[in-house]
């Protein structure tokens, strides 16, 4: 895990400088509801991917809500059967990572894209540390500074 003394906000802009094309971030997912909800991709592919009612067959959120590690999206092409990973490409989302940790109690996932380059072993592992700090940061309320909660709230709303 990180530092003990990294802020949520800090790792949340990290997330942010990571994810060029953006990234959608659900803590502590109970059956289908996110205790927190973070979603920084362009507002027309989420406008889209709402529309189209995507998360019915978004391989990400399957594989995601029945494992626990990583994977790249690219891995997850057998399981597209709904055609979100293609469509996600054509908004710019081209190559993306899915961390998932947790239990089925309270499962956490990060999916994040870029368009650019596929993201590294490195950058991969660095996101596994920054989900799972977050999970365990935000199990509780007891766990939350106000400030944690003020940014929590930001983020989610921009």
């Known amino acids: 895990m990180l530092n003990g003394n990294t802020t949520i ?16 971030l659900g803590l502590h997912i109970h059956v289908t509801a996110p205790r927190v909800l973070i979603q920084t ?13 995507m998360l019915l067959t978004d ?18 092409a057998d399981l597209d059967t709904g055609g979100v990973l293609k469509a996600a490409a054509e908004h ?15 499962r956490s996932l990060l999916n994040t894209a870029r368009a650019d380059r596929p993201q590294t072993d490195e950058e991969i592992r660095h ?4 989900l799972e700090t977050l999970h365990h940061r935000t199990s509780d ?10 940014v929590l709230e930001d983020f989610m709303t921009d």
């Open 141 to 150: 309320d007891a766990y939350l500074t106000e400030r944690d909660k003020e």
């Open 127 to 130: 996101f596994e540390e920054i």
């Open 41 to 53: 991709y362009d507002k027309e592919w989420m406008e889209y991917y709402a529309e189209h009612r």
């Open 92 to 106: 710019g989302l081209v190559h993306g990572v899915l961390i998932s940790v947790g239990d089925a109690k309270s």
């Open 9 to 24: 906000e800090k790792l949340l802009k990290e997330l942010n400088q990571m994810s060029p094309s953006g990234f959608a």
């Open 59 to 76: 391989p990400t959120v399957f594989w995601a809500m029945t494992n626990s590690g990583t994977r790249r999206w690219s891995d997850l």
